[in-house]
C-alpha cells in the first residue's frame, strides 16, 4: 500500500526531491574529496619548500656571518693603504655568478597560495630577497672595479704623466674598491640578521623534531672545519646553542670514523 502510494503520479514530486538530494550529496562528496585532495597536496608542497628554505637560511646564517666579518677585517688592512695615502693591489678579485643558493626563496616569494607561505614569513623573506640581489650587485662593481686595474711598468719614471695618470686612476678605483668592500661587510651582515629572523618561523613550522634532524645533518656536514672535537664544540655552539655538548662530540666522532668502520659502510669478503 505504502510503495502504491509512493510511486502515485500524485508523490513524483518527491522523488524529484529523492533525485535532488542524491545529486548534492554527490557533489557535496566530490568536493570533499577534491577538497582533501588539495590540502594533501598543499601540505607535501609546504613542507617540501619550508624544509628546502630551512637548508638555505642556515646555509645564509653560516655564510654571511663570516663574509661580514672577514669583510669588515678586510677594509680595514685596506683603510692602512689609504692613511698612508697610497693603494694596494686590488686586481685579483673577483666573483663567478652565481654566488649563492636561493632558489627556493625566491620560488616561495612567487607563490600565491598563502597556505604555504603566509604573510608573516613573506614580508621576512621579502627584505631577505632585497639584501641578496643588494650583494650581488656590489660583488658585480667589485668585480668591475678590480678589473680596472692597471700595472705600472718598473721602467717608467714616477714623475712622467704617463705614470701620474695611472696611479690617479688606480688610486681613485682603489678608493671605490674600499667603498664596496665595506659594503659588501654591512649587506651579508644584513642577510645573515635577516637569516636569523626567519628562521624561526621555519622552524616553527617545520616542529622541532624535523628541525632538529636538518640541524644535526648541518652539523655532520661540516664537522670537517674544526681541527679538533673542542673546536667543533665551540664553533656549534656558535650557530646551534640547542645541542648538547655530548651531542656534538659524538657528531665529531661520528663524522671522522674510518671509511671501513662508518655504520653506513658494509664489509665484503
Known amino acids: 500500500m505504502f510503495l502504491r502510494k509512493l510511486f502515485s503520479t500524485k508523490n513524483k514530486f518527491i522523488w524529484v526531491l529523492i533525485d535532488l538530494l542524491i545529486v548534492i550529496i554527490g557533489v557535496y562528496c566530490a568536493f570533499l574529496i577534491q577538497n582533501y585532495a588539495e590540502n594533501e597536496k598543499n601540505l607535501k608542497e609546504r613542507d617540501r619548500v619550508i624544509t628546502a628554505m630551512k637548508y638555505e637560511l642556515e646555509a645564509f646564517r653560516f655564510q654571511m656571518t663570516e663574509i661580514s666579518r672577514g669583510m669588515a677585517g678586510y677594509a680595514k688592512q685596506l683603510s692602512a693603504f689609504q692613511q698612508q695615502g697610497t693603494y694596494g693591489n686590488f686586481s685579483d ?76 686612476d688606480n688610486f681613485d678605483n682603489f678608493n671605490r674598491f674600499v667603498t664596496l668592500i665595506g659594503d659588501r661587510s654591512s649587506i651579508s651582515g644584513r642577510i645573515a640578521e635577516a637569516s636569523v629572523e626567519a628562521l624561526p618561523l621555519i622552524n616553527a613550522r617545520l616542529g622541532y623534531e624535523k628541525s632538529h634532524a636538518i640541524e644535526r645533518e648541518l652539523l655532520l656536514e661540516n664537522m670537517d672545519i674544526a681541527r679538533n672535537e673542542q673546536e667543533a664544540v665551540f664553533l656549534a ?33
Open 93 to 168: 678579485y673577483r666573483f663567478i655568478e652565481p654566488q649563492y643558493d636561493y632558489q627556493t626563496i625566491q620560488y616561495a616569494l612567487s607563490l600565491q597560495n598563502s597556505e604555504i607561505i603566509d604573510f608573516e614569513l613573506y614580508d621576512v623573506l621579502q627584505s631577505l630577497f632585497v639584501e641578496i640581489k643588494k650583494i650581488e650587485h656590489v660583488e658585480r662593481l667589485l668585480t668591475e672595479t678590480s678589473r680596472r686595474y692597471r700595472s705600472i711598468p718598473g721602467n717608467i719614471s714616477n714623475e712622467t704623466t704617463e705614470y701620474k695618470l695611472v696611479w690617479t
Open 237 to 269: 655552539k656558535q650557530f646551534f646553542p640547542n645541542f648538547t655538548e655530548e651531542e656534538i662530540r659524538q657528531l665529531y666522532r661520528e663524522a671522522n670514523l674510518p671509511v671501513e668502520n662508518s655504520p653506513d659502510s658494509t664489509k665484503t669478503k
